[in-house]
């Protein structure tokens, strides 16, 4: 999991002095980045209490200051929550089992009212699979069995297939994108749910497995994961470009309906197959093997 003052230092060095106007007169710089002193004097605090923050011996800072340092270190309005995120944390964090995770029957109603025209899959979290319509399975891992997310112990974790499933690799043609996305989503997840054990488990799990993992987490990207494109190389249909939007679930904020549409005409047939295939009654044998 990450501090607030880890946050805070990965985006004071990566702020230059000539981004924000502030004159260093040809001294020479020991930091690649802002100082601690002069960041708390743009932000309007005092080095001291800046350096306490930064160093996690400060009490919770107000929104005021929280927003001032954001603004100092430019950050979006996704990495401005995750500073809050960060600094509503205690010291020190245990962790704890979370509960376990089963869909909404609204959004499974949902799912369900898509049929299998529409690719689309429910996810955690964690970025597990809750559930999936056929083409949505199809689409993105048809060499795992239909029937995975039903339990717990056997649901697909996207996160953990980007990174150590190589047949999920080889289906994403523009995958060091996406795989920079899903590090950067699970690194806002983690300042939103600081005591789940299984998220520090999988973080951990793939900081150790996959050395391009443990090189983004590095980066201190955070981001959310909302809408964009994934190109596919399919072992069935071939090439398709398909658009990926995600709809939040009011009953179930933690969890994520995600949608698949054609981005061109190809596309749109390579999707017609999977549904027509997907629905022969052999099906899912052929799935499961």
């Known amino acids: 999991m990450e501090s607030l003052g880890a946050f ?9 002095p000539a981004e924000i106007g502030l004159r260093t ?10 100082r601690r002193e002069e960041l708390a004097q743009l932000a309007g605090v005092s080095a001291g209490y800046y350096t306490r923050l930064e160093q996690g011996q400060a009490d919770t800072a107000s929104e005021q200051v929280l927003n001032a340092l954001a603004r100092v270190l430019q950050l979006d309005e996704i990495e401005t929550s995750h500073l809050h995120n960060l600094a ?4 020190n964090p245990g962790l704890s089992e979370p509960p376990q995770e089963a869909p909404h029957p609204r959004v499974l109603a949902l799912l369900e009212s898509l049929d299998d025209a529409t690719p689309a899959i429910v996810l955690g979290r964690r970025g597990d699979v809750l559930a999936w319509n056929r083409t949505g399975h199809a689409l993105i891992a048809e060499h ?3 029937d ?14 980007f990174f150590v499933d190589p047949l999920t690799r080889d289906l994403h043609r523009n995958w060091d994108e996406l795989a920079r996305v899903h590090v950067a989503y699970l690194r806002l997840t983690a300042g939103r749910f600081p005591t789940d054990a299984r998220l520090a488990e999988l973080i951990g799990e793939l900081t150790m497995r996959s ?9 201190g990207e955070v981001a ?5 494109d994934m190109h596919l190389e399919h072992p069935t249909v071939g090439a398709a470009s398909v658009a990926y939007q995600v709809w939040l679930q009011p009953d179930s904020p933690d969890h994520r309906l995600e949608i698949y549409t054609p981005n061109d ?6 999707l017609r197959v999977l549904t027509h295939q997907d629905s022969m009654p052999d099906s899912t044998a052929i799935r499961q093997h």
Request: charged letters at 25%; a positive charge.
């Open 88 to 91: 509503r944390q205690p010291c």
């Open 148 to 161: 995975a997310p039903q339990e717990s112990a056997r649901r697909p974790s996207i996160p953990r297939m």
């Open 265 to 270: 005409t190809s596309s749109a047939d390579a």
């Open 25 to 34: 007169y040809g001294t020479a710089r020991r930091v690649p980045g802002l």
């Open 8 to 16: 805070l230092k990965s985006r004071r060095d990566r702020i230059t």
């Open 211 to 219: 050395d391009e993992f443990a090189t983004m987490w590095a980066t």
């Open 224 to 228: 959310d994961c909302t809408v964009g």
């Open 144 to 146: 795992l069995a239909f």
